[in-house]
């Protein structure tokens, strides 16, 4: 049985649209989570990066980690750095942004995150590096290979756009276990009717 965990401030947002289209919200966000986000996490590009990353950064420390997000929010200040350049020049970086263009508005980011919560790829540059510390991982991975979450519905600025955050578990098909995560920034004023 799937876990997914429906944030609060998404209920009472979807409670103070209208009654008919807040159900049309909510059902085309598990929609998507179902039929296009769970897929996506489960393909073979996604799984095969995440388990190559998984063996580079098994042995990183605490420490490490804040180093490496450290070095990242600075490198996306500055417009870009050698951290920010490796992961988005990586394969998976590509097939991500092509998920996102091919998506018609729908999607306004994606990114994949490793065992520890870290990018592992991403569809365009995301403000931190560290994941690890925030409900779209602590909630999907540490929570088990079936688990997702509909985060809240926020205003987005860059987009122009109302957007939900939906991630996914992201699971080694061969153990069951999860090894990361995906998040998906979904445009809820996109979503197919």
């Known amino acids: 049985?799937?876990?997914?965990?429906?944030?609060?401030?998404?209920?009472?947002?979807l409670s103070a649209a209208s009654g008919a289209?807040?159900?049309?919200?909510?059902?085309?966000?598990q929609n998507v989570l179902a039929n296009v986000i769970k897929p996506l996490a489960?393909?073979?590009q996604v799984v095969e990066a995440v388990r190559a990353q998984n063996a580079e950064t098994t042995s990183l420390d605490q420490a490490a980690i804040d180093a490496?997000?450290?070095q990242w929010r600075a490198e996306a200040d500055a417009?870009?750095?050698?951290?920010i350049d490796r992961v988005l020049a990586?394969?998976?970086?590509?097939f991500l942004k092509a998920q996102q263009d091919a998506s018609d508005g729908l999607f306004v980011e994606v990114f994949v995150m490793d065992a520890k919560g870290l990018n592992v790829g991403q569809s365009?540059?995301?403000s931190d590096y560290w994941q690890g510390d925030e409900a779209k991982w602590q909630q999907t991975f540490q929570a088990g290979p079936d688990a997702a979450l509909i985060d809240e519905i926020d205003y987005d600025d860059s987009a122009a756009a109302f957007l939900s955050q939906v991630?996914?578990?992201v699971a080694d098909p061969d153990t069951g276990s999860a090894i990361g995560a995906i998040t998906v920034g979904v445009n809820v004023e996109k979503l197919p009717e």
């Open 79 to 83: 417009g870009g750095g050698p951290l």
């Open 42 to 44: 489960a393909h073979t």
């Open 21 to 29: 289209r807040a159900d049309e919200i909510a059902q085309g966000l």
């Open 124 to 126: 365009a540059i995301t």
């Open 1 to 13: 049985m799937n876990k997914i965990l429906v944030s609060g401030v998404l209920t009472l947002a």
């Open 167 to 169: 991630s996914t578990a």
């Open 90 to 94: 990586d394969p998976l970086s590509a």
């Open 68 to 70: 490496l997000d450290a």
